[in-house]
């Protein structure tokens, strides 16, 4: 029986998301919770594993779609295994229905456990009575147009949008081999007109198709010199833009610089290195920053509020972004809880988030809740910068880079290790006075690491 598998809310209400790489073509076999595609939200990039086990009839939306939540994106036959079908055991996410199947709902299930980021509620899943034979028609119906290609090429192998025909059924129809011999060629099922019996697919198609001409694809890259390449906004760096803009035009920002000698806290950094509690974890200037900011947090607790109008929420816990930046845009994970962690579960947490950022595996719950910001502008060799407070947030600190500079230690001139730190604040909620000392106070510890002991 084919069932259909319906792109899920994967977490914070999110409306639609892209497909950016299936790991299955048609024709393969899938098992239960196997990864089957990738597929990119507002928040992050998500693996979306199978919740049905047998073979996969067709792939319903191009790598490069975007589509909204509820949307058909895979059909999977579902072997039937002792009088029970494959994967029974597993709902459908968020109502999927099985094609080929009509009559009225049966009563609802009770809620069932579901798979990591499937949202099935209780009642939205109803099962239906099996679609009686019909009479062969006189005249076979006719496949309706395929829908307009994606604006960038997709790989021969996966599959565009199915064509939908009799019955309601989305799928292609043809014959395992004829699907083997597709996959074998690289050829894309769901572009051919079936010549077969009822519109199915024949051999002859396929190799009608490998010998027919084919359009070179777009790739990224090959704009001539002197032309345009365009590059559509979406994802996460069509949410990252929305949120910056609303930001920067709603919260008065207001940003203070300050120069800190930070040659101490250097050579902390490279006696925690030296450490046990350190050994396998990435040790950077980064982790006392953070440190230093969570601790400035705790003396001045209205750096980690938020305005809502109607009030100022002051969060006595610290969720600490940071910011990284991707293939995909930037993004700003979490750290939750970081106030309560010491300093080597905090380097570990902080090792960890940025690598799988960068990855692009963060879920979309870390990267939601934040409550301050840091980012670090300093890797790409800058000195500082005016950053954009994330909306929900009061504060975001930047640091610049570290490098050698003429500074007066004790009326003597020496070279020591500089950088610049910027503290940007919403000016609703901190005012000139507030912000300063917690900018001060985050100096001083950089200056002095001992002063994170002496106020912890």
């Given at each position: ?32 919770n ?27 939306v ?108 989305i799928?292609?129809?043809a ?17 051919l ?74 050579e ?13 974890v ?28 109607e ?68 890797v ?44 940007s ?12 000392y ?8 950089l ?10």
């Amino acid at each position: 029986m084919l069932r259909e598998f319906r792109l899920p809310d994967v977490g914070e209400g999110l409306t639609e998301a892209e497909i950016v790489k299936w790991h299955v073509a048609a024709g393969d076999t899938v098992k239960i919770n196997q990864t089957i595609v990738e597929i990119e939200t507002a928040k992050a990039v998500v693996e979306l594993p199978s919740p049905y086990e047998g073979t996969v009839s067709a792939l319903l939306v191009d790598e490069g779609r975007t589509v909204e939540v509820g949307t058909p994106i895979i059909s999977v036959d579902v072997v039937p295994e002792d009088g029970t079908e494959a994967g029974e055991a597993i709902p459908p996410a968020e109502g999927a229905v099985e094609p080929g199947m009509v009559g009225g709902p049966a009563p609802k299930p009770e809620r069932q456990p579901v798979l990591v980021g499937y949202g099935v509620k209780p009642g939205t899943t109803t099962r239906r009575q099996r679609k009686q034979p019909a009479a062969p028609s006189a005249t076979p119906a006719t496949p309706a147009p395929a829908p307009a290609p994606a604006t960038v090429a997709v790989p021969p192998q996966v599959q565009a949008p199915a064509v939908p025909r009799q019955g309601g059924r989305i799928s292609v129809l043809a014959k395992p081999p004829v699907r083997k011999l597709a996959k074998d060629l690289g050829v894309d099922l769901s572009t051919l007109v079936g010549t077969g019996p009822q519109g199915s697919i024949t051999r002859d198609d396929v190799q009608a198709a490998v010998a027919a001409p084919a359009a070179a694809p777009y790739r990224a890259g090959d704009v001539p010199a002197g032309g345009e390449e365009r590059i559509p906004v979406k994802g996460v760096r069509k949410a990252t833009a929305q949120a910056m803009v609303a930001s920067a035009f709603t919260a008065p920002h207001v940003t203070e610089w300050l120069q800190v000698d930070v040659t101490e806290t250097m050579e902390a950094v490279r006696r925690l290195r030296e450490l046990p509690d350190f050994a396998g974890v990435k040790v950077s200037p980064l982790l006392l920053v953070a440190k230093a900011l969570i601790t400035a947090v705790r003396r001045h607790p209205m750096a980690n509020a938020a305005w809502t109008d109607e009030e100022i929420i002051v969060k006595r816990y610290v969720n600490l972004g940071i910011a990284a930046a991707t293939d995909r845009g930037l993004i700003v994970p979490k750290i939750k809880d970081a106030h309560a962690m010491s300093l080597p579960e905090l380097a570990r947490a902080l090792t960890e988030l940025t690598e799988r950022a960068r990855a692009g595996k963060c879920s979309p719950a870390e990267l939601t809740g934040g409550t301050i910001t840091i980012t670090n502008v300093g890797v790409f060799g800058v000195d500082a910068g005016t950053p954009i407070i994330n909306p929900g947030e009061a504060a975001i600190l930047a640091v610049g880079q570290i490098r050698d500079m003429p500074w007066v230690v004790d009326g003597q001139l020496a070279v020591r290790k500089v950088t610049t730190l910027a503290l940007s604040f919403d000016h609703r909620v901190i005012d000139g006075e507030q912000g300063s000392y917690v900018l001060r106070d985050v100096g001083a510890m950089l200056e002095d690491p001992l002063r994170m002991l002496a106020w912890s």
